[in-house]
């Protein structure tokens, strides 16, 4: 397994979001591993590559889903409503459950 790949799942957020919050809290629930990039410290060089990769989009939540653009939370949580979130999730990374009684 190629180590460098870590995360499948990226969500660019920014921390005082409420739809940031809201994505987050819906993937949780899913127990799936994801990398949550902040892009308030973006360089400019940053954020024109942001943009490019979102397709125009300047919003957050922009979520990815195997390099594959999901869009922004309501288009999360549409997927939810429809049944095929969970589909996308397949063979996703699971967050480690802490033991019980720890």
Request: glycine share 6%; charged share 30%; aromatic share 6%.
């Amino acid at each position: 397994m190629n180590k460098a790949i870590l995360h499948t799942i990226i969500i660019y957020t920014l921390a005082s979001c409420p739809y940031c919050i809201k994505a987050k809290a819906l993937l949780d629930e899913k127990n799936v591993v994801y990398e949550e990039i902040e892009v308030s410290n973006f360089t400019q060089e940053e954020k024109e590559k942001f943009i490019k990769k979102s397709g125009g989009k300047k919003t957050v939540p922009q979520i990815f889903i195997d390099n594959i653009h999901v869009g922004g939370c309501d288009a999360l949580f549409d997927l939810e409503k429809e049944g095929r979130l969970d589909k996308l999730l397949e063979g996703q990374p699971k967050k480690k459950m802490p033991a019980a009684g720890a």
